[in-house]
């Protein structure tokens, strides 16, 4: 089974880009997975932000981050990117990276296979 790690996470003005990160821990790969990223505000419930499927020909993306967030996968070194741009104090959340085989169960629960531990994102106002 896949392990994840997150990095990317911080501080940012409103307006301001980050780019995060999930890798594979070492030794693991993410051959034929499905990858997705999904944050959680304080306070609310996690919610979905984008996936991409294993070939990185498919991208989804929730409605709320459509245009400045893009999701991307280099699969030779078994990571996943989340490039945030245009940030705005509405994103601030805990960021997770997920995993499963299934890039429709991605996008439809969060009942997936692998999930990272998550990197804080603060957008300052």
């Known amino acids: 089974q896949v392990q994840l790690v997150e990095s990317g996470g911080g501080l940012v003005q409103a307006g301001g880009s980050l780019r995060l990160s999930c890798a594979a821990a070492?030794?693991?790969?993410?051959?034929?997975?499905?990858m997705g990223w999904f944050r959680q505000a304080p306070g609310k419930e996690r919610e979905f932000v984008a996936a991409?499927?294993?070939?990185?020909?498919?991208?989804y993306y929730a409605d709320s981050v459509k245009g400045r967030f893009t999701i991307s996968r280099d699969n030779t070194k078994n990571t996943v990117y989340l490039q945030l741009n245009r940030l705005k104090p509405e994103d601030t959340a805990v960021y997770y990276c997920a995993a499963d085989l299934s890039v429709s169960r991605m996008t439809s629960s969060f009942d997936l296979e692998v999930w990272g531990q998550g990197t804080l994102v603060t957008v300052s106002s």
């Open positions: 070492s030794g693991r790969t993410f051959s034929g997975y499905s």
């Open positions: 991409v499927a294993w070939t990185g020909g498919m991208t």
